[in-house]
């Protein structure tokens, strides 16, 4: 079973990039790596999602490295609507095995 | 158009009660899911359902229950509630089964219990 690992809480300024780092040091061959935001009183939603290497798309940057034990998520010039909770999910949902860590929030500043 | 949806979105109820929360789905998803989210914001599966048929029961008391009509429906009846029960409660689905799946979370439902 995949575990994820990651920082509490962090916090940033409006227009840094920011880094969140997933440790998932058990990770499985079929295992992929997503990552969730949420916002307050609202559900999770999708960002981002990658296997090895790097993965980039409108909103979010996947760094993963070759042995894929952790990834960080990278949000490039965040503002003050980026704070929320980031969650990074490690697993196979094929075989039951998808399992939300704590998240880490995110707090930027003006 | 609402892809996930709940109801009702909040339920304050009493100790002892059975309430029922609805979930239902218009992305064509083969696959629904129940969450818990308790005050410190841990997500945990509750249940998992795949096109009608229970796919996940995680170690959740028996007083919980998932019905699905059809697959575009979950819905999760609760018995005899108790102090602890008190949570958001999150309904999700997945257009299949596989680890690449992206979860579509509904609003939540924020259940109560006095």
């Known amino acids: 079973l995949a575990k994820t690992t990651q920082p509490i809480s962090m916090d940033s300024y409006e227009g840094q990039e920011v880094n969140i780092t997933c440790s998932h040091n058990n990770i499985a061959t079929n295992d992929y790596i997503t990552w969730y935001q949420q916002f307050p009183s609202q559900g999770p939603r999708f960002i981002i999602q990658?296997?090895?290497t790097k993965v980039t798309n409108e909103v979010a940057s996947l760094f993963i490295p070759a042995d894929r034990k952790s990834s960080t998520l990278s949000l490039p010039r965040v503002s003050l609507s980026d704070t929320a909770v980031y969650y990074c999910?490690?697993?196979?949902?094929?075989?039951?095995?998808?399992?939300f860590g704590a998240g880490t929030r995110l707090t930027v500043k003006p | 158009d609402t892809a996930v949806s709940q109801t009702p979105k909040y339920l304050v109820t009493q100790m002892g009660n059975d309430k029922s929360i609805k979930c239902e789905q218009n992305l064509g998803h083969d696959t629904m899911y129940w969450y818990k989210q308790d005050s410190k914001k841990f997500l945990k599966i509750m249940f998992s359902y795949n096109n009608k048929e229970l796919i996940i029961n995680e170690t959740v008391p028996n007083r919980f229950s998932p019905k699905s009509p059809d697959k575009a429906h979950l819905n999760l009846h609760i018995n005899s509630l108790e102090l602890g029960d008190s949570a958001v409660y999150f309904c999700?689905?997945?257009?299949?089964?596989?680890?690449?799946?992206?979860?579509?979370f509904g609003p939540g439902t924020r259940l109560l219990v006095l």
């Open positions: 999700a689905s997945t257009l299949g089964q596989g680890g690449r799946e992206t979860q579509y």
């Open positions: 990658g296997y090895k």
């Open positions: 999910l490690v697993g196979d949902m094929g075989n039951n095995d998808m399992r």
